[in-house]
């Protein structure tokens, strides 16, 4: 159980142009999602948390116009990269928690990734 | 905000126990500790909780000061599958966001 998937798993696009990584929880309701970035050798940086059906909360120095995260349902949340740049090729990993079996709600399940590649 | 102190890499010899500390000496009566891994270019994977007592599951034990200011988390038998970078976290139970350390490089040598 508590499985959650990414896609793409990985991704080149143009400078410039936006980018939609989706994160789902494919076995439990994901009541609260979060996005993480991580550049290389470097640990993970939380970028934002979402509950379902409500606006994100960002980290402090995270662009919320630059990436736009919807949480429109318990099971899917998407990460989009608009107008992306070199510097925002990174790993991106989301993650989830909520309710279907005991224990979920105290802890996260992560997905496997997106490799982000701006050119 | 990471609020554990963990060393930046170890070794261990396959087969043999591997034992992780972490401290976290400003821990608040209501946080858990979280031991997740990362193995190379995948997303971290949830090994185990424990807010004051003991725990072990199928993966590993947890083992955590009466004091609860730091914590060892133990593999048992070592795997060469093991290699990954080991991250400490502490949580409200209530609370929402996990903030990463730099966590430790564990590498299981043959």
């Known amino acids: 159980g508590a499985v959650v998937s990414q896609h793409p798993s990985w991704v080149i696009c143009k400078s410039g142009t936006s980018v939609k990584i989706e994160c789902r929880s494919l076995d439990f309701q994901a009541t609260t999602m979060f996005w993480y970035r991580q550049f290389p050798k470097q640990s993970l940086m939380l970028m934002a948390t979402s509950n379902e059906g409500s606006k994100a909360t960002y980290e402090q120095g995270v662009e919320k116009d630059k990436f736009l995260i919807n949480h429109a349902s318990l099971t899917l949340s998407t990460l989009t990269v608009t107008s992306a740049h070199p510097e925002d090729s990174s790993f991106y990993i989301c993650?989830?928690?909520?309710?279907?079996?005991?224990?979920?709600?105290?802890?996260?399940?992560f997905g496997p990734g997106t490799r982000l590649l701006v050119l | 905000d990471a609020k554990t102190t963990q060393p930046t890499s170890m070794d261990c010899a396959e087969g043999r126990a591997a034992n992780l500390p972490c401290n976290h000496s400003?821990?608040?009566?209501?946080?858990?500790v979280y031991w997740y891994r990362q193995i190379h270019s995948q997303g971290p994977q949830y090994i185990i909780h424990g807010l004051k007592n003991n725990e072990t599951n199928e993966m590993a034990s947890l083992i955590i000061t009466e004091d609860r200011k730091s914590s060892t988390l133990i593999l048992p038998h070592a795997t060469l599958r093991d290699t990954a970078v080991y991250y400490c976290?502490?949580?409200?139970?209530?609370?929402?966001?996990?903030?990463f350390g730099t966590g430790t490089s564990l590498t299981v040598i043959p």
């Open positions: 400003t821990i608040s009566g209501n946080e858990y």
């Open positions: 976290i502490v949580r409200a139970y209530t609370g929402n966001q996990f903030y």
């Open positions: 993650s989830a928690r909520g309710w279907g079996f005991a224990g979920l709600q105290e802890t996260q399940y």
